[in-house]
């Protein structure tokens, strides 16, 4: 089993940025995709970005030029730096991972943080 923690959400005025943070722990056999996914209050939970083991990024357009998604395979972490933050970035945040441990496949969800962004 895959467990993920995750960090950094908070309350940021317009503009501003935050860094999330999410780490895997448990049965990894290794990872192939880490991303992040977003759900704001009576919208569906919406892809914000996704990286490959290769490196390979991909972005919501909503995002595009102010969010970077990176990745430190040692720690089996995955980072969103969201910079030039806007009302409508408000949602939950959720982390999800997906590998394969020996020949099971897996895809586990973070808890999810809150991101307020807000004046």
């Known amino acids: 089993q895959v467990q993920l923690v995750e960090s950094g959400g908070g309350l940021v005025q317009p503009g501003g940025s935050l860094r999330l943070s999410c780490a895997a722990s448990g049965s990894i056999g290794s990872i192939n995709v880490m991303g992040w996914y977003r759900q704001a209050p009576g919208k569906q939970r919406e892809l914000v970005s996704a990286?490959?083991?290769?490196?390979?990024?991909n972005y919501a357009d909503s995002v595009k030029g102010r969010f970077t998604i990176s990745r430190d395979n040692a720690k089996n972490t995955v980072y969103l730096q969201m910079n030039s933050l806007k009302p409508e970035d408000t949602a939950v945040y959720y982390c999800?991972?997906?590998?394969?441990?020996?020949?099971?496949?897996?895809?586990?969800w973070g808890q999810g943080t809150q991101v307020t962004v807000s004046s």
């Open positions: 999800n991972v997906a590998g394969i441990t020996g020949p099971i496949p897996f895809r586990s």
């Open positions: 990286i490959s083991s290769d490196g390979t990024t």
